[in-house]
């Protein structure tokens, strides 16, 4: 399976290709500008949220794996369209508070699984900003 991936990063959900159509059309097509604009004000707001916690409430830790799937989809693509390291850098915040929980709450897979995709998509989107040691930590996470 691995052999079959294919090369470079991004390659979850998009590639260098479609995030380069999508740049194009955020210039020409109105409602993909609005769209974008609501992302780009939505990864401006997030700089300044509070980072994610080991907060359990009843047997859950959801909205803290959702906090980082939203986050972290929000500030690699605000990255991504910008190359304003602000939002690289905040993701990073983002994956690395959730490495250092104590864990995922793995009594609840969806917890688990949503922390998963969150610290996935970033490693894929960031890949090459993140450098050796970060991904490494990430992975282990």
């Not at 380069?20 to 059309?25: F, I, N, V």
């Not at 939002?87 to 690395?96: H, I, N, S, T, Y």
Request: charge should be negative; charged fraction near 30%; hydrophobic fraction near 45%.
């Amino acid at each position: 399976m691995i052999e079959k991936l294919r090369p470079g990063h991004p390659r979850i959900l998009c590639t260098v290709a479609d995030l380069e159509r999508l740049q194009a059309l955020i210039q020409t097509d109105a409602t993909a500008a609005r769209y974008w604009e609501d992302i780009f004000a939505r990864a401006q707001e997030v700089i300044d949220e509070p980072m994610l916690t080991y907060n359990i409430i009843g047997p859950r830790l959801l909205h803290e794996s959702r906090k980082c799937v939203d986050r972290v989809y929000t500030l690699a693509l605000a990255y991504r369209l910008t190359g304003e390291t602000r939002f690289a850098d905040r993701a990073v915040k983002e994956m690395l508070a959730a490495a250092d929980l104590p864990d995922w709450n793995p009594t609840h897979f969806l917890d688990t699984a949503e922390m998963t995709h969150g610290l996935a998509i970033g490693y894929d989107w960031l890949y090459d900003y993140l450098g050796d040691e970060l991904r490494a930590r990430i992975r282990e996470a």
